[in-house]
């Protein structure tokens, strides 16, 4: 379903999602020289720094998180390729328009109900890592959860006007 028509929303949407995700992919390689680093410290230098662990996950959070809405924006999530690419692209776009309304926008909705009161509560809490040497601010990295989920509705609704522009407003060749 890469041939949707734009829409006023997806228009403004969409640049900024695939801006924000190619900026997030530098956090790869962040990544990357995070666990050589630590690997060197470990193995060669007898060295284990577990603020440097806790980094690596953190990163992989923020990467994985913030990188999802770009991901469904650019129709490069996963699916089951092998039924969906033998249907005809209206109905694939009929089964979007379901898993987006019955599954999907939902999914968002109870990550994003749960997941405000746990920033929140770990904020207050002032809450830090239990490890000795760990890193504080445990709700910086807790706050990547709905800020991820944010960007992944701002994109499910872009993709949701897209294909409903598709199935009810395109105009069909005779």
Same mark, same amino acid.
């Given at each position: 379903m890469r041939n949707l028509p734009q829409t006023a929303f997806s228009r403004v949407v969409d640049p900024w999602l695939t801006r924000l995700g190619q900026a997030v992919s530098w956090i790869w390689l962040l990544l990357l020289v995070m666990i050589v680093a630590n690997v060197l410290l470990r193995y060669a230098f007898s060295q284990g720094r577990i603020e440097f662990e806790e980094i690596q996950w953190h990163l992989?959070? !923020?990467g994985? *998180? +913030?990188g999802m809405g770009y991901t469904y924006q650019a129709d490069a999530h996963i699916r089951v390729d092998v039924l969906h690419e033998r249907l005809t692209p209206r109905a694939q776009a009929w089964i979007e328009l379901y898993g987006i309304l019955l599954f999907l926008l939902p999914f968002i909705a109870v990550i994003l109900i749960s997941s405000v009161p746990f920033v929140v509560i770990s904020?207050? *809490? #002032?809450? !830090? #890592?239990? #490890?000795? @040497? @760990? +890193?504080p601010f445990r709700w910086a990295i807790k706050a990547a959860l709905p800020i991820g989920f944010v960007l992944l509705l701002l994109a499910t609704v872009s993709r949701l006007t897209r294909v409903w522009a598709f199935l009810f407003f395109e105009r069909r060749g005779s």
């Open positions: 992989y959070s !923020i994985f *998180l +913030l904020y207050q *809490l #002032s809450e !830090i #890592s239990q #490890s000795p @040497g @760990g +890193l």
